[in-house]
Structure formats: C-alpha cells, structure tokens
C-alpha cells in the first residue's frame, strides 16, 4: 500500500523529469550557448518554482510538514509563480558585443516566436474556463455565504449531503490571476524584438527564440499545473456518494451527476501535473549548454 502512495506521489514528478531531460538531450540538444546571465534566470524561474510546488508532496500522507494551504491558494501558487518567471525572462538580455553599425535586418515578433506557444496557451486557458465556470454555476453558499458547496439530494425525501467543490468563491482570484498571466506573456514575447541586435545575428536570433519558447513553456506549465487542481478538487466531489434507507428497498446509494467522471478526471490531473512540470524542468534546463557552440563572427574586412 505505501509503494502505491509513493508511486501516486512522487511518480508524477519522476516522470515529469524524464521527459525532460530526454527532450533537452534530444529534439533541444542543438539550442543555442546562452549567456552566463540568461541561463541563471531560466534556471531559477524553471527550478524554484518547480521546487515550490512539488515539495508540499510530501505532506499529503503524513510524510512531511503539511505546507499546502486551501484550494483557493493551491490554484493560484502555479499561477503566481508563472508570472513571477515571465516578467524575469521578459528582462532584455544584455550582448556582450554590439555592432558598430546599423543593422537592418529586421525585428518582429513573428522573428522569434513560434505560432504553437501562444496556440497552446490559448487552448489550455479556453479549458480552464469552461471547467471553472462550469463548477463555479454548480457551486452552493456555504454557511458563511461562499460559494464552496456542491449538494446532491435523494429524490423527494429532502435527504441531502453536500461537499468542497472548486466554487466561486475559491475560482474568482485564480481568474484574475489568469488574466493577468495571459498579459504578461504577450507583453514579454512583445518584447523581445525590442533590444538591438548583437554582434552575431544568427545566435542573437537563436537566443531570443529560446527566450520565447521559454515564455511559452512557463505560462503553459502555470495553466497546467492550475488545471491539475483544479482536476483533483473535481475529481474529489466526483467521488462523493449519498446512502440513505429507503424502507423495504433497503439502502439506496446515489453519487454526482458525474461520477463517471471520477477516473478521467484523475488521469487528466495526472497528465496535467506531468507536462506542467515537464515544461517548467525543460525551461530550467534550457541554459544547460550541450552540443551547441556560439559561433564567433566572421570579419568581413
């Protein structure tokens, strides 16, 4: 039983490493040399934020300090750190060496940011808000008057239970916060094309490309992992059942609208919790210099 915890808990994380270091050694192993500057920061907003959410694990049975705080705060930790690492990857990086003269060549967004990113993003916070809105609509006041409560009821007897779900009251920040990652990513990959070029143009263009797939990789693994909570809350109001004695019929067992959903819900969460970590682990890696050279500019004269 408590290899099966432990493979629940920590396997997601695991398997979220792996995939990243086989993509870096593989399909990212040619990305550009960066700078001692750059690959710091990618570095940290990829590995401490990764830190910060895989630690409190350990306390889910007992197996360490319980840091999680309540649902409202776990769906807006990835969130909030996502945004805390893009505006630091959104800092222009300095080129050791700048041209003489004026380069011409030009300088557009579309230069350096790949279509995928702010499609996949699109995508992911689409999700977001029809799961949000949908839980938000079926949430119930609770006795404080917060939106935190789902209820079933067993047919016209009045017999009711009701549990935590992702309501209102726990979504409205993380909404906020969501939009305010969207902004923050487009106003980072916005300015990128803003610094002149450096000496060498063709590893200037390769950095700054990387800076981008970064952006996309941290606010796509913040949606993520925001998603991933959101899933399990769902999952665990899925999983609620109403017994009840019903005279002769003896007792009468009665679950949410959606509680076949409970095992799609957590394999979803699980996936979810996967790439989140795997994108931020691979924007950590991405400075790690492999099989890339900077190539030194060749004189013309």
Not at 170 to 179: D, G, K, Q
Request: proline fraction near 6%; aromatic fraction near 4%; charge should be positive.
């Amino acid at each position: 039983m408590m290899a099966l915890l432990l493979l629940i808990l920590w396997g997601p994380v695991l398997l979220a490493t792996g995939i990243a270091f086989a993509l870096r050694l593989t399909l990212l192993r040619r990305a550009p040399r960066m700078g001692a500057r750059d690959a710091v920061i990618a570095a940290v907003v990829g590995g401490v934020p990764t830190v910060i959410v895989v630690a409190p694990r350990a306390g889910t049975f007992g197996m360490g300090p319980a840091l999680w705080w309540d649902l409202g705060q776990q769906a807006a930790l990835p969130l909030i750190l996502g945004i805390i690492g893009i505006v630091l990857l959104s800092l222009p990086a300095r080129s050791a060496q700048m041209s003489a003269s004026a380069q011409l060549t030009p300088r557009t967004v579309r230069t350096f940011l790949r279509l995928r990113g702010p499609i996949v993003l699109a995508l992911l916070v689409a999700l977001t808000l029809t799961l949000t809105v949908a839980a938000g609509a079926a949430s119930e006041t609770d006795d404080l008057g917060r939106h935190t409560l789902f209820t079933i009821t067993l047919g016209t007897s009045g017999t009711s239970a009701s549990t935590g779900i992702y309501g209102w009251y726990h979504s409205l920040p993380s909404l906020a916060l969501l939009a305010a990652l969207v902004v923050v990513a487009v106003l980072a990959w916005l300015r990128i094309p803003r610094p002149p070029w450096g000496e060498d143009i063709a590893h200037d263009t390769a950095v700054r490309r990387t800076r981008a797939d970064n952006i996309s990789r941290l606010a796509c693994g913040a949606v993520l992992l925001h998603l991933a909570v959101v899933l399990h809350s769902l999952r665990g109001t899925a999983s609620v059942m109403l017994s009840a004695p019903a005279n002769d019929l003896g007792m009468i067992s009665l679950g949410t609208p959606f509680a076949a959903m409970e095992p799609a819900l957590f394999v979803a969460a699980t996936v979810a919790t996967v790439a989140g970590l795997a994108l931020w682990l691979l924007t950590a890696l991405s400075g790690i210099p492999l099989g890339a050279r900077r190539q030194a500019p060749v004189p013309t004269s």
